[in-house]
């Protein structure tokens, strides 16, 4: 089967900076998309930014300048590395991508399971 998992995600001061990681595993035949979403309490889960597998990147209005994605194909990762962060991006940041296995014509989109961050004011 195929996992995602995230870390790096922890406590920052507003302005501070962090980096987060996702790694893919498993049976995993090509990569499409990767991206991070999140969900702060009481909210939607919102698009952060996302990766094609030929590098195009899309990235949410609130973090534009600010966020920058960026993916690793031989080691399946992706990263986010987040500057200038203000206590309004405060959420569970999710990993996710289209992955197709060996065994399946088709894509599956897969989620990580979540890594929290938090920046104090």
């Known amino acids: 089967q195929v996992q995602l998992v995230e870390s790096g995600g922890g406590l920052v001061q507003a302005g501070g900076s962090l980096r987060l990681s996702c790694v893919a595993s498993?049976?995993?035949?090509?990569?499409?998309?990767m991206g991070w979403y999140r969900q702060a309490p009481g909210k939607q889960r919102e698009l952060v930014a996302r990766?094609?597998?030929?590098?195009?990147?899309n990235y949410a209005d609130s973090v534009q300048g600010r966020f920058v994605i960026s993916r690793d194909d031989p080691k399946n990762t992706v990263h986010l590395q987040m500057n200038s962060l203000k206590p309004e991006d405060t959420a569970v940041y999710y990993c996710?991508?289209?992955?197709?296995?060996?065994?399946?014509?088709?894509?599956?989109?897969?989620w990580g399971q979540g890594t929290q961050v938090t920046v104090s004011s």
């Open positions: 498993g049976n995993i035949f090509s990569v499409n998309a």
């Open positions: 990766v094609t597998s030929g590098g195009n990147t």
């Open positions: 996710d991508a289209d992955i197709k296995q060996r065994r399946f014509s088709f894509e599956i989109h897969y």
